[in-house]
Structures are given as structure tokens and as C-alpha cells.
């Protein structure tokens, strides 16, 4: 039996259960670091809008949380978590991968571009502070599509019958 053979499955679900979590906490670490750049410069400016800036730099930081659900999915279908680690094919392994991927990609991309949102509405908060509810929308727009790719994951992982 060659290594493949033996750890190829389980090191292709670990793999993909970790690009879930991993890109996902990366995008939102890029996101929130974004927004959190410019909420600095308002909030120099004017401390009393720390409050409102804060929800704006926290929003990009939820695909981190998506890929972490994402990850304890994958861990769990294979049996990692209750100590009960299934016997994996490689195309098993494969399968778990590729259902993480959604999460994996879509959470790096969305968080980047939701921090980038986010820095964009910290303007809004600046000159039009009774207008920055109207940034949470266009972030949430974003946000939309990391849960998607939430749902994609969920729904590949939990349809894997083994």
C-alpha cells in the first residue's frame, strides 16, 4: 500500500478544511486590516465616531468566522472531532476538498472586497454621519456572497455520502 493510499484521503480532507479556514481568516485579517486603516484616520480626527467605525471594520472579520464553521463541517464528516477518524479513499479526500473550496476562495475574495466597502463607508461615516447605516448596506452586499459560499460548502459537504 503506498502512501496515498494510506494517508492520501485524510490529507486531502485536512487540506481542504484548512484552505476553508485558513484563506477565509486571511481575507478577513486583509479586510478588517483595510478598514481598520482608514477608521483610524476618522477617528483621530473625530474619537466620538469610534462606536459606528468599529461595526464597519468588524463586518470584513465574519468570513474568518464562515470558514471556521466551514472547517469544523469537514473535520466532522470525516470523524476527526469525536475521536472516531474515518478511513478515507483519495477520491473521498478529494471530494471533501473540493466542497471546501467554495468557502476557501470565497471567503478570501469576499473579505478583501468587503474591507475595501467598509473603508469606502468610513468616508460616508466622515462627512455624512447620519448617512453611514447606508454603508453597512453596501457592505452587506458583499456579504451576501460569502454566505453563499457558506451555503455551497454546507450543502456539498453534508450531501458526501460515505
Known sequence: MTFLDSFGGIALALLGSG????LSCVGSAKGTGITGEAASGL????????GKAMILQVLPGTQGLYGLVAWFLAVNKIGLLGGNL??????????IF?????????????AIAQGRVAAA???ILAKKPDDW???ILLCVMVEFYAILSLLVTFLMINGLQF
Open 43 to 50: 477617528i483621530a480626527e473625530d474619537p466620538s465616531k469610534f
Open 19 to 22: 484552505l476553508a479556514v485558513g
Open 121 to 123: 463607508s468610513i468616508n
Open 98 to 110: 473540493f466542497a471546501c473550496l467554495p468557502m476557501a476562495l470565497g471567503g478570501l475574495l469576499s
Open 133 to 135: 447605516s447606508k454603508g
Open 86 to 95: 474515518m478511513d478515507l479513499s483519495v477520491f473521498q479526500g478529494w471530494q
